[in-house]
């Protein structure tokens, strides 16, 4: 079942790499700080986090973390970065004013990722032992643990409204549905080895690429039900939604490419070929950017999203074109 357009079709875009940038070892996730000034990847092979401004897609610090950093997310108010260390059973808090590790803290048993609530009080943790670490980042102590929420959990995402956290377990084959004011699992749905999740900007619907079925899920928050099945590429795992709510970014691993869907249509409207073994993918505040961390080559891929028949610098995608 697809959803139906809404009555305002999002503008035609056209999607092009406009450039490459070096990082570590292994890069395996990314955040964009929300002023949109710069982009953390976590270089899981090299123990470090390479931080690039977007303004110049220059790598302007690399910051020793811990050991095997996985995923990461920036705070709401942007002055931290959280980094989840599957090795060590750690967190490292990274100050972004200045680039380096202000504190150290537990994180759980081999924390894989993380994201944080609207207010930023709290961080949920998936564990790879199927848990999940509740955090209070105002002593950055860990307040609960969630038991046998899934299997191999990978990604993590909570509602705009901070109610709901939504976990993906590529080893059970799940999505589960937490219920952030009781910390306990109220729903969950079949999916085939999930990769990460994101949700729309309005909290109605939640994106999960399932790895093995080469697709897109996507799922009514309000119901939990599966709504739609968009094809992808080859073992999707990484997804991003644009702030506008305009642009869907898969990120498929094991062919080297992005596929962008159109969330008024469910339609995949491009795709665009990045770098070896895409994995994590995060979008620039102002939507008009995506940043692809590439884990099989050590580059991350900038995507520029321009409106059809305008330019981008030197870069015009004439009315019809597109950008791969």
Same mark, same amino acid.
């Given at each position: ?6 009555a305002?079709a ?29 982009t953390?990847?976590?270089n899981?092979?090299d ?7 977007t ?18 997310a ?28 202000a504190?150290?803290v ?49 990604? !993590?995402?909570?509602?705009?409204? $901070? ?15 937490i ?10 749905v ?41 094809p ?7 997804v991003?939604?644009?702030a506008d709510?305009?642009? !869907?970014?898969?990120?498929?691993g094991?062919? $080297? ?24 993918v ?17 580059t991350v ?6 409106p ?9 995608f ?7």
């Open positions: 079942m697809l959803l139906a357009p809404s305002a999002a503008p035609a875009y056209a999607f092009a790499v406009t450039a490459t940038v070096p990082v570590g070892n292994t890069p395996f996730f990314d955040a964009i700080t929300t002023n949109g000034a710069t953390y990847v976590t899981n092979d123990d470090t986090v390479s931080a690039i401004d303004a110049t897609n220059t790598v302007t610090a690399t910051i020793p973390v811990g050991d095997a950093p996985t995923g990461l920036v705070t709401p108010d942007g002055s931290r970065v959280y980094v989840a260390n599957r090795e060590d059973d750690t967190l490292s808090i990274i100050d972004t004013a200045t680039n380096t590790v504190a150290t537990p994180g759980g048993t081999m924390p894989v990722n993380l994201a944080f609530t609207p207010n930023g009080a709290r961080a949920y943790v998936t564990n790879n032992d199927g848990s999940v670490s509740v955090i209070d980042t105002a002593t950055n102590t860990i307040t609960a643990n969630i038991p046998g929420v899934a299997g191999g959990p990978i990604g !993590v995402a909570i509602t705009p409204d $901070g109610a709901k956290a939504y976990v993906t377990g590529q080893d059970s084959s799940n999505l589960a549905v219920d952030a004011a009781t910390n306990t699992v109220t729903a969950t079949p999916i085939a080895a999930p990769g990460m999740v994101a949700i729309s900007p309005d909290g109605a619907r939640a994106y999960i690429p399932g790895q093995l079925a080469n697709s897109v899920s996507v799922i009514d928050t309000a119901t939990n039900t599966v709504t739609a099945t968009v992808a590429g080859a073992n999707p795992v990484g991003a939604i644009t709510g305009n642009t !869907v970014y898969v990120s498929n094991g062919d $080297g490419t992005v596929s962008t869907i159109d969330p008024d249509t469910n339609l995949v409207t491009d795709t665009v070929v990045v770098g070896a073994g895409p994995a994590g995060d979008t620039t505040p102002d939507s008009t950017k995506a940043y692809v961390a590439n884990s099989n080559d050590g891929s900038v995507i520029t999203r321009t059809e028949g305008q330019c981008t610098g030197s870069i015009c004439p009315s019809g074109s597109t950008g791969s």
